[in-house]
């Protein structure tokens, strides 16, 4: 009797698809919500890029000034400044951006300039991954400079 219960057991297949889809399920969406995440970073650098490229022209051109030298600021707080230091047209230019951004525009006496922002790259992700080992920092960084001959 035991025999025949169990060859009826093996012979069936009820709950195989279950139990594949109980693997394939999760890894599935691990996939496509780093695939996601991975955009989200792309984009928000193509932005961060952008945005340093445009204060390290203006400031080269003298259109803006870097803010007094080498200037650290957030951009939560470079709302009070006035509109033609870098720090503020970076922040203009980025702020759909989640996170706290670090901003540092510096000019030298040729005229050359230099504009850094930097995030926690933490800020920017849907899900922590400190338990990886930390996040680190997505860096966008510009410079224009007077070339001399």
Same mark, same amino acid.
């Given at each position: 009797?035991?025999? @025949?219960?169990?060859?009826?057991?093996?012979?069936?297949?009820?709950?195989?698809?279950?139990?594949?889809?109980?693997?394939?399920?999760?890894?599935?969406?691990?996939l496509?919500?780093?695939?996601? *995440?991975?955009?989200?970073?792309?984009?928000?650098?193509?932005?961060? *890029?952008?945005?340093?490229?445009?204060?390290?022209r203006e400031?080269?051109?003298? @259109?803006?000034?870097?803010?007094?030298?080498?200037?650290t600021?957030?951009?939560?707080?470079a709302?009070? *400044?006035?509109?033609?230091?870098?720090?503020?047209?970076?922040?203009?230019?980025?702020?759909?951006?989640?996170?706290?951004?670090?901003?540092?525009?510096?000019?030298?006496?040729?005229?050359?300039?230099?504009?850094?922002?930097?995030?926690?790259?933490?800020?920017?992700?849907?899900?922590?991954?400190?338990?990886?080992?930390g996040?680190?920092?997505?860096?966008?960084?510009?410079?224009?400079?007077n070339?001399?001959?």
């Amino acid at each position: 009797m035991m025999i @025949r219960k169990l060859k009826r057991f093996r012979a069936t297949c009820q709950g195989g698809v279950m139990i594949e889809a109980a693997i394939a399920v999760p890894l599935f969406i691990i996939l496509v919500s780093s695939i996601i *995440q991975l955009g989200f970073i792309a984009n928000s650098y193509v932005q961060m *890029q952008d945005a340093v490229r445009f204060a390290a022209r203006e400031m080269s051109v003298g @259109r803006v000034t870097s803010g007094g030298g080498v200037y650290t600021n957030t951009c939560a707080s470079a709302s009070g *400044q006035a509109a033609t230091t870098a720090q503020r047209v970076v922040c203009d230019q980025v702020s759909a951006l989640p996170g706290n951004f670090s901003v540092v525009a510096d000019q030298n006496a040729s005229g050359a300039s230099l504009v850094r922002l930097t995030i926690p790259l933490n800020d920017l992700l849907f899900f922590n991954i400190s338990f990886l080992g930390g996040g680190g920092t997505l860096t966008a960084e510009a410079s224009y400079g007077n070339e001399e001959s």
